[in-house]
């Protein structure tokens, strides 16, 4: 019987390789594996034959007709492609289709990084709302009613004592009242100044915030935290300036400058032949700022910092006019 089951697996195998249509496959299909085709056949005599041959004989006809189902189903497919004319059959070369994916904004990209260099320093991600009091944008922080920044013209305001805020040194304000010493934190986000728009100049842009406050706290942790952060950001080898400033939330206060990341210092086009960039201010809390949030405790002293996102993502990324940031054109926003 065994040769028997292999004759017919060998003659059914030729014969679906050579049918050509559907109905000579078909035919096949009910010869070899129909109701009384010729594996039925076989497979009728197995219950009468020596029980030990039984099993070996049951296994090999089950597997030659599985087989021939397997063989028969890929004939049919191939017959199915064929009757297709050869232009419309489906071309595994063609390209699929593309789509666009988006891009992270470089403004986006820059506060991000910013902030994961400040989180591994230990500062947490604080944020505050774009809509400000007066007293938190100015009051609290030390900036008197004469101070020019307080403007019509300087300054968004809305009504009521709110405006947009104009810094994000107001965030101080909040966290302070609200949390207790020691912390660091990062505030990053939007500000407003009505500025006449140039190539250096918005209406909105961003800032980050820093602010730590500690018993011992002292000028040398700022330098230390901002030489980090320098050149984590910029390169190990760049170089800080502190400048002597006036902030009226910080004393002593300074603006802070990096060695041009472009001419390493021997100075440029774009840090007008100086050798200098100015990245920052930065400076030591202000008594009168701990008054106005009650922070009475003398043990307690901090720095505090703030700087603009988008000159750095410009000196970062190459970027030569602040407008390109905010005018929305896919092929400036493509190559982020
Ligand atoms: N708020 C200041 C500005 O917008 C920057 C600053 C923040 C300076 C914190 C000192 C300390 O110009």
Known sequence: MKEELDNTKEAALS???????????????IKYLGRK???????????SMPQEEKPTMGRLANEIKQLLIEEIAKKKNEIIQLKVPPAERMDLTMPGYSFQIGH?????????????????????VVEGPEIETEYNNFEALNIPLEHPSRDIFDTFYIRDNLLLRSHTSPVQIR?????????????????????????????????????????????AHLKGVLLDFGRQLFGEEIRLRFRPHFFPFTEPSAEVDVSCIICKGKGCRVCSQKGWLEILGAGMVDPAVFKAVNLTDEKF?????????ERIAMLKYGINDIRLFFENDVRFLEQF
């Open 175 to 219: 966290y302070m009242k609200k949390h207790s010493p020691p912390f660091a934190i990062v505030v990053p986000g939007k500000v407003f100044r009505p500025d006449a728009v140039d190539a250096s100049h918005s209406f909105m842009f961003h800032q980050v915030e820093g602010l730590m406050i500690a018993e011992g706290i002292s000028f």
């Open 37 to 47: 085709g010729e594996m039925a056949g076989i497979i009728s005599r197995i219950p």
């Open 104 to 124: 992270i904004h470089p403004i986006t990209r820059a506060l991000n990084e910013i902030c994961e260099i400040f989180t591994r320093m230990g500062f947490a």
């Open 15 to 29: 014969e679906i390789k050579n049918a050509r249509t559907k109905d000579e496959l078909e035919n096949v299909r």
């Open 301 to 309: 002293t901090g720095f505090a910092f703030g700087m603009g996102v």
